[in-house]
């Protein structure tokens, strides 16, 4: 007996669905490729911030430790018996400390990241307020 088996579809549809699979595949490495750059630059701004920040923190460490020793920057404000200083992590933060002095006895008052950039109030959205 001779049987001939019969494919009832259409000519072409396995190179159809091969076209689509392989154009699915395309579209997930793109974006994994996005992803992993947008990371990337994510990493490095983080790490970047970071850096700053110790940076800051370090030169901080470094006035007071030069206030325990009895020496007054010129960038210490003395008002008190608190000093205060700020030291820059970036163009918009600064690290601010305020320190209480008393002989070889010392209080951290505060020790803070502040956003020191300018601010102004976005008013272009119009509100509906019900009249």
Request: one cysteine or more.
């Amino acid at each position: 007996m001779n049987k001939k088996s019969s494919f009832s579809g259409t000519p072409g549809g396995s190179a159809l669905l091969v076209i689509f699979a392989v154009l699915c595949l395309v579209v997930f490495a793109v974006l994994t490729l996005t992803t992993v750059l947008a990371d990337g630059r994510l990493a490095d701004a983080s790490s970047r911030n970071v850096y700053e920040y110790y940076e800051a923190d370090c030169a901080a460490e470094e006035i007071l430790s030069r206030l325990r020793a009895g020496e007054v920057p010129p960038e210490v404000t003395v008002a008190d018996g608190i000093c205060s200083y700020s030291c820059p992590i970036s163009a918009s933060q600064a690290l601010q400390v305020s320190v209480r002095l008393d002989g070889d006895q010392y209080e951290i008052l505060s020790w803070q990241n502040v956003y020191t950039g300018s601010w102004s109030s976005d008013d272009s959205l119009t509100v509906w307020l019900g009249d």
